[in-house]
């Protein structure tokens, strides 16, 4: 792996909502980097954020400046395979925004190229630095629910009139299924392993809807299942997180406000930056229920983490076999939903032995 001895020096691929959102800022708020670059169609929007860093249309220009260690992608889905593959191919790190890609074959041959080159490639998921999963994660950790038998994660919201925008239309990549459950599927991996089988239900919901705007996926377990939830057409009653065990279970109400804190201009480690003020709410055997305070989320952990691969002081924070694992489960739900069954995985004994 490369060894940085003093700045990471950046180049930022895309400056739409995702580059501009959550790239830019946590980017900033990192000291050991700095964006030297943006790649973008829009000069004066990135002008307008940061005067003072290089701005050129063409990616692939920006992959081969000499001042560039880290390329960070965070275009429309459909192009973060062939952009990551050619960031790789011109000897650069890369970070890819979510899902890792459009199918687990590209996913493949990104994680071999990767090690091929001998360079860090790294998956976007953020939201494991998000206050109300450290906070659920830190409670089934710590035993206040016992074994876990159901865990629900939901991501909901109403806008029930269809946006012109990429996210929204048919095209590859689209939908909330592509959007949010990188997002579900990332924390549900990381707290419960591989599932033994995934039964997903897709579809379109809304008027004038072009991609599916609801889904609802069960991962299988040995002895417990996960529900993964998300929909558009949710206007109250919203609950992020259900967890229920053989001692108790446990109940998350209100999302993250990091997304919420970033759209209103808070520099991450801001005072009240990562605040959740809503507790969990637990719940014993004998159904008393107690507020347990929310722990602080900070996204700021992910590119601190990948400043520590580069300069050997840690791991990646979201290696390739991870994200692939990830894209598995994106696969599967796609696949159960035209077959109309349980499927597993698409892995194979290699990947399955190799992740964590």
Same mark, same amino acid.
């Given at each position: 792996?490369?060894?940085? /001895? *003093? ?6 691929? $895309?400056?739409?909502? &995702? ?7 946590? =980017?900033?708020?990192? /000291? ?7 790649? &973008?169609? +829009?000069? @004066? ?37 062939? %952009?990551?593959?050619?960031?790789? =191919? *011109? ?12 199918? =687990? ?17 790294? @998956? ?6 998000? *206050? ?10 710590? $035993? ?16 029930? #009139? ?16 592509? +959007? %949010? ?56 009653? %919203?609950?992020?997180? @259900?967890?229920? $065990?053989d001692k108790g279970s446990v109940l998350k109400r209100k999302a993250d406000g990091q997304e919420a804190q970033l759209l209103a201009g808070m520099t991450p480690g801001d005072v009240k930056w990562g605040h959740d003020p809503d507790p969990l709410l ?5 159904? *008393?229920?107690?507020? #347990?305070?929310?722990?602080?989320? +900070? ?8 400043? +520590?691969? %580069?300069?050997?002081? $840690?791991?990646?924070? @979201? ?9 598995? #489960? ?5 696949? &159960? ?20």
């Open positions: 792996m490369n060894q940085f /001895p *003093s700045i990471i020096r950046v180049g930022l691929i $895309g400056y739409g909502f &995702s580059g501009k959102t959550f790239h830019k800022p946590l =980017l900033m708020a990192e /000291p050991r980097m700095r964006i030297t670059c943006v790649a &973008s169609s +829009d000069s @004066v929007k990135v002008r307008a954020d940061l005067p003072d860093v290089a701005v050129d249309a063409d990616p692939i220009a920006l992959m081969a400046r000499e001042d560039i260690d880290l390329v960070v992608i965070a275009t429309p889905n459909e192009h973060h395979a062939p %952009l990551a593959r050619q960031a790789l =191919l *011109s000897g650069k790190n890369v970070v890819v925004d979510k899902p890792f890609t459009l199918t =687990l074959a590209q996913a493949r041959e990104l994680r071999a190229l990767a090690a091929q080159q001998g360079r860090l490639l790294s @998956v976007f998921h953020n939201r494991r630095w998000d *206050s109300d999963f450290l906070s659920v994660k830190a409670a089934i950790a710590t $035993g206040l629910v016992g074994r876990v038998a159901h865990f629900e994660s939901h991501i909901d919201r109403f806008r029930p #009139v269809v946006r012109k925008r990429w996210r929204e239309n048919a095209e590859p990549g689209g939908g909330l299924w592509f +959007d %949010l459950g990188p997002h579900l599927a990332d924390q549900a991996l990381c707290l419960f392993g591989l599932p033994l089988a995934v039964h997903g239900d897709l579809m379109m919901q809304r008027d004038g809807a072009l991609s599916d705007d609801w889904a609802h996926v069960v991962l299988e377990y040995d002895r417990h299942r996960v529900i993964l939830h998300g929909s558009m057409l949710a206007a109250g009653g %919203l609950t992020r997180f @259900v967890v229920h $065990g637990a719940y014993d055997e004998n159904g *008393s229920e107690r507020e #347990v305070p929310a722990l602080q989320g +900070d996204q700021r952990g992910y590119y601190a983490g990948i400043a +520590d691969a %580069l300069t050997g002081a $840690g791991p990646n924070p @979201v290696p390739p076999i991870q994200a692939l694992a990830v894209m598995a #489960v994106i696969d599967a739900a796609n696949r &159960s939903t035209r077959e109309k069954a349980s499927v597993g995985l698409n892995l194979t004994d290699e990947e399955i032995a190799t992740w964590p």
